[in-house]
């Protein structure tokens, strides 16, 4: 299990050039992977998020990658004649035909569009890409590291919850059949205090008794979440990409919990309830950062 949220750096010197690529994620919906990297090297865009979307499932990907100058990138510049010579004649014919003073200078000419040619030499873009993507790995591998350490943890806390659940599920399943006998008795004990000395009809106590335990019966609930928890733990232990499933799995639980508090009149019961809901909250504050 690994977290949306990490962050890892690659950095490496090949072939007399420093690459870094840095890696940044944070919580999100679906997988949104977007790329910053030099223009000369927006050829390695599609490939860097290939590389990503094999490691990552979910989140906001942010990739940010930079290149020094190589050993051999010397840029040539020379004088574009032809155009040097065309604004020349221009110049020469504006100071005949306008009077205006001639101050051409080499810094006037040096600002001019198109003055200069630069020769770049032709990069080796094969080459070029086995080194961006080789410092990729590198950076996915210290990324993948901090998402699984995270994970880590909140699997540790999730399985802590659980077991807190399940400590409550338990009182409530106790507390349950009591309410119904608590409710019996008082119904015996009003009937009593309003009929004085008539005789109390049993059998009416008793189907009134048997009709409100009904009502209140929470065990095919308390099933119903136990079953939930387990197949979260059995989720937990399969790891991967399961916070998707987790989401739905948890909004079943609050389902069930909700439906236990609705059938639950005893104020005892109703403070256990209140704190599996606080629980479960907990938990869907941590599913929101998993992968």
């Keep these: 299990m690994k977290s949306m949220t990490g962050y890892g750096r690659g950095v490496q010197t090949i072939d007399g050039r420093e690459f870094t690529v840095e890696i940044r994620s944070v919580n999100n919906r679906y ?14 865009e599609d490939a860097v998020k290939s590389r990503i979307k094999r490691s990552v499932t979910r989140g906001k990907v942010d990739v940010f990658i930079t290149a020094g100058p190589g050993a051999d990138e010397a840029v040539e510049v020379t004088l574009n004649r032809p155009v040097l010579e065309g604004y020349l004649r221009a110049m020469a014919e504006m100071a005949k035909d306008y009077q205006v003073k001639d101050d051409v200078s080499i810094s006037t000419l040096a600002r001019l569009p198109e003055v200069f040619l630069m020769d770049k030499p032709k990069q080796d873009e094969d080459q070029l890409l086995a080194a961006i993507l080789q410092v990729e790995d590198q950076a996915l591998a210290a990324y993948d590291a901090m998402r699984t350490a995270e994970g880590t943890a909140m699997e540790a806390d999730l399985r802590g919850r659980m077991e807190t659940i399940l400590s409550l599920v338990a009182q409530v399943e106790a507390g349950s059949p009591q309410t119904a006998a608590d409710y019996r008795t008082r119904l015996e004990e009003k009937m009593r205090e309003v ?27 308390t099933v119903r979440l136990r079953s939930h928890l387990s197949q979260m733990e059995a989720m937990l232990s399969g790891g991967g990409a399961i916070g998707r499933k987790l989401d739905f799995l948890l909004q079943e639980m609050n389902r069930e919990t909700n ?7 005893d104020l ?17 504050e941590q599913v929101q950062n998993i992968e």
């Excluded at 949104?32 to 050829?43: G, M, T, W």
């Excluded at 106590?205 to 609930?221: C, G, K, P, S, T």
């Excluded at 403070?271 to 809901?277: D, G, H």
């Design 195 to 221: 009929l004085e000395n008539t005789a109390i009809d049993q059998a009416r106590i008793l189907q009134e008794a048997a009709i409100f335990a009904d009502r209140v019966a929470v065990d095919e609930e």
């Design 31 to 44: 997988l949104d992977c977007s790329v910053k990297l030099p223009r000369s090297l927006i050829f390695a």
């Design 259 to 265: 439906t236990i508090g609705s059938k639950c009149g």
């Design 268 to 284: 005892r019961l109703t403070r256990i309830v209140v704190e599996i809901k606080a629980e479960l909250e907990k938990i869907r």
